[in-house]
Each structure stands twice: as structure tokens, then as C-alpha cells.
């Protein structure tokens, strides 16, 4: 049991909307990490508050520290001891990271470029959503800040110079996307995570940058159609929101380590009822067919119970 | 056998030093590829030329057609039917882009902050090898501008802003490149190659890196004594070297 004897931990962060916990791909990064390891954080949305311009989200307040960004909020939670990848292997290690890598180089500028800098998308949805979730007066700044950093961004890593135009790089920078959706379609294949059963960080990151593509309302979107192609991924999605996001479970499912016990009771009870099972089968062979087992736990002598007549 | 019917292919690139066929990164992945893939290509280098200010390099001329950038070369000889990654699964596709991406977001500032930036060994190894081959006037003009070249690369990419110092960077870009050395050392294991035992583009691009990294008289770099402990990754690199590129080995 993750014995949590450090203060509390609360996450500022953006709210959530579309059926997502947060629209924002940092936040949301950090709120499928801390749910895949099992940390309690106490999540404080910014919306409607002065923050929503003062504040750098997410953020993870603990005791007397603050800590921003994903990555280093990611290690801030495993040195707390909630880590969902201590089961990787040293090259599943490194593949995370590799892909890491590939989706901040190839997907992130179009989610970006997709919210922030597409003249319909940014009027019609993010713009109305991100001045509606802030305090007057600050609707009429909030959204443009994002924006204009936005576009830096993808000018400066894309653009080779400041001074090309952003429509040069566009058609660049969405067929790296799509590529980028390809990849990560090939490399989860059928599972439902990208190692094995359990969700890790990697997991958290492909969520984080894929969610928010794939459930937003957005007018002209064709990187969201060419996602929507992809099932696997959108599965991927739709599942981590059904166990891990779902109001009617509000305690998911334990993280990794307490889940290796819990996963050793249950091998336990499957051999068990699997014996009581083939028990049962035996007897109900011998037993007429209209007379059914009378309750589903077994019996040690189930024969008693029946009305039958020995083969 | 690939049969090729087309026009016999040229590729314009740096020269070689130190034990390499190139001491440019982005030539020894075009060549390290075009060896692993069995592509006949005349090397051409432009040292000593007015090319060395003139021309974008690596680049590979076939017939009418002139492909630059490493990653436009080498699908350019894919098509050509000079594929070294024909054999690989979807998923190693995949693994191949996460891991070129890796690469280049963690590795590359640091290797071209070794080179071109750090104030010892630019002046000592980089600038004068650079200098020395380049034709006169030329070799006061190239070392330079590739040196402001690399500054910009890694302030645009890594500083956030145009206007963040370079020393504020420079913690970050080393450990985040000792970081990914590790990875790649996790990745390759005791294997020889990458996917197996045949070299594919993943190969060429590590090696690409790595090479120069490894083999150069660098007078100060700690990022090359992590490499040096990497004994598996300086495997790979003398593996690669000895069989595709020794002279006793011309046709690899």
C-alpha cells in the first residue's frame, strides 16, 4: 500500500469539458498519470479565477513545493513513489521516451496549430470555450496570449527561422501529425495499452496529446477525421475514460503494486472456481437437464444436493 | 540484385577524418545508409571546392534530379529500390521515427553544441579542420557561419525564446544527451544492429551521431567520455566502421 505519509497534493490545472476531465494536454497528461499510479491529488481547477492568466498549469502544489511542467511533475509524483512504470524493462524505458520524442516533434505542432491557429476552429470552439471559462475582464486576453504562444511555437521549432510564414509550414506540419497517428496506431497494435495491461507514463502522454483531438466539437478538423479512422487509438481513449474517468467508478482500478497481490488472490480464486467448475459439470452430466445447480458459489459435494441419479 | 537502371547517382558531402568516411553527421548517415543498402553511389566530396560555401550538403545527384536532407535522400533510395528497412514490422517502422525523433530532439543540440559552440573545441579541432579544408578565402568565411548556424538551431529549439542565453541551455542539452545515449545503449542491448543483424536507417542515423562523437581529438568533452563508458554503442560504431567502411573492404 502506497503509505502517503507527505502532505496533501493539489493540481492546478484547466476544467474539463467534451467528456474529458480537461481540455488542456498538460493537464490532462498529469491527471491520467496520477489516476494510472494511484496518487490522491486534490484537483483545483483554475477556470474563473485570476489564475487563469497569473498561473502556469499544471501545476502540483506539495507542502512548500511547486512543481510545473509534465515531465518534472511526472518525476515529482515516481520520487513520491507513485510510479506507473516501475514494471518496464530498461528498453521500454527508452522506447517511452523514444516516443515521447516523436510526439512533441510531429503531433504536437498540428494539436496546436489545430486549436490555436486554424481561423475556424479558434473562433467557433477554443477561443468561445478558454474567454468563458475565464474571469471578466481577463476573456479578452486569455485566449489570444495562448494563442500567440501557440504560434511562436510552432513557427520557432518548425519554422526553421522566425520569419517564414506560417502557411508555409502547415501542410508540413499535418502530415507529420498524420504520420505521427499512423505510428502510434502501429505500435499499440491490439492492446489496450502501450506496454502490456497496465497503464504508464507513455500511456499518459498519448492520452493527454489525443483526447482532446479526438472529442472536441471541432468544425474543420482533418487530422480529428483521420484520427477517427484510427480505432485502436480512439479505443484507447475511450477506455482509459470508461475505467479511470468514469463517474460511475469513482475508485479505479488499484495501481500496479497493490494490483500484483490482488492479481495472485485472483489467480487463487480462478483456479478454485475453474476445480469447482469441472466439479459442477461432472455432476450436472449425471443429473437430469431440468435440474439446475441451486446456488452459483460450490459445493464440496454437490450430488447431495440434486436429485440424481448416479451414472 | 538490384538492378539499376537508372542513372548513375553522385552524393556531395563533407570529407572524411579520424578514422570516418565523413566528419559531418548528416553525410555519414547518407552514407552509412547507401552502404547498408547495397546503393553505388561516387562520392564527391566538396572539400577544397567553392561548393564548401555553396552548396547545401549532403547531396545526392541522380540524373536531372537533386535531393538534399538526409531523410529526402534516403526515401529517395527507397524508391530507387535501395531499401535497407524492407524487412522491418510496422511496429519497428514505428520504433525507427520514435527513435530519429529521440535523436534529434536530445542528441543533436549537444553534439552540435561539442562541436561548433564550445569555445575549446571549436577552436582547437572544429574550426581549423573546417579552415583547413575549404579553399582560400573561403576558410575564413565557412567555419564561422556554421557555427552561428548551430547557435541559432539550438536557441531556436531549446531556449524558448530567441533571446535566452546559451549557457542557460547548455546544462540542459548535455544531460538531456548523456540521457539519451543511455537509451539508445538500453535499446541496442548485446545486438549488433538496431533490429536484428542486418543495419537499417536507424543504424545509419545513430551511427551518423554517434561516429563523430566518438572518434573525434575533441580536447574537452564530458559527453564524449559518457559515450566512451557506452562500451556496446562504441561496438557498434567500430562494427559498422570495420565492415562497411575498411579498405580492406571496399564493397562492404
Redo the contacts between chains.
Keep these: 500500500m502506497n503509505g502517503n505519509m507527505a502532505a496533501a497534493m493539489e493540481l492546478r490545472c484547466w476544467g474539463g469539458d467534451w467528456g474529458l476531465p480537461s481540455v488542456h494536454t498538460e493537464s490532462l497528461i498529469v491527471l491520467a498519470y496520477a489516476k494510472f499510479s494511484g496518487a490522491k491529488v486534490t484537483v483545483s481547477p483554475i477556470d474563473w479565477t485570476w489564475r487563469t492568466l497569473t498561473a502556469t498549469v499544471p501545476e502540483l502544489l506539495c507542502g512548500d513545493s511547486a512543481v510545473q511542467e509534465p515531465t518534472q511533475i511526472l518525476n515529482f509524483l515516481r520520487k513520491q513513489r507513485f510510479n506507473a512504470d516501475f514494471e518496464l524493462t530498461?528498453?521500454q524505458?527508452?522506447?517511452t521516451?523514444?516516443?515521447i520524442?516523436?510526439i512533441?516533434?510531429?503531433l504536437m505542432p498540428a494539436v496546436l496549430h489545430t486549436f490555436w491557429v486554424d481561423a475556424e476552429n479558434y473562433a467557433n470552439l477554443t477561443r468561445p470555450w478558454f474567454a468563458s471559462h475565464s474571469p471578466f475582464p481577463l476573456n479578452f486576453i486569455v485566449p489570444s496570449r495562448h494563442a500567440n504562444a501557440a504560434l511562436?511555437r510552432i513557427l520557432?521549432?518548425k519554422g526553421e527561422?522566425?520569419l517564414h510564414r506560417i502557411t508555409e509550414v502547415e501542410g508540413k506540419i499535418y502530415s507529420d501529425a498524420k504520420?505521427?497517428l499512423n505510428?502510434?496506431a502501429?505500435?499499440l497494435?491490439q492492446a489496450n495499452f502501450f506496454f502490456g495491461n497496465s497503464p504508464t507514463s507513455l500511456d499518459a502522454f498519448v492520452f493527454g496529446f489525443v483526447a482532446p483531438l479526438y472529442k472536441a466539437s471541432l468544425p474543420s478538423s482533418p487530422l480529428q477525421s483521420h484520427l477517427k479512422q484510427l480505432d485502436n487509438i480512439t479505443h484507447f481513449c475511450d477506455n482509459i475514460l470508461a475505467v479511470y474517468f468514469s463517474s460511475d467508478h469513482p475508485s479505479p482500478p488499484p495501481p500496479v503494486q497493490e494490483s500484483m497481490d490482488a492479481n495472485l488472490q485472483k489467480l487463487t480464486q480462478l483456479v478454485n472456481k475453474e476445480s469447482n467448475l469441472i466439479e459442477k459439470m461432472d455432476d450436472n452430466l449425471r443429473s437430469s437437464p431440468q435440474h439446475k445447480p441451486h446456488r452459483p458459489e460450490p459445493k464440496p459435494s454437490l450430488a447431495s444436493e440434486k436429485n440424481s441419479t448416479p451414472a
Design positions: 530498461a528498453r524505458g527508452a522506447d521516451m523514444a516516443y520524442a516523436l512533441e516533434e510531429k511562436s520557432l521549432t527561422a522566425p504520420e505521427c505510428l502510434l502501429y505500435r497494435g
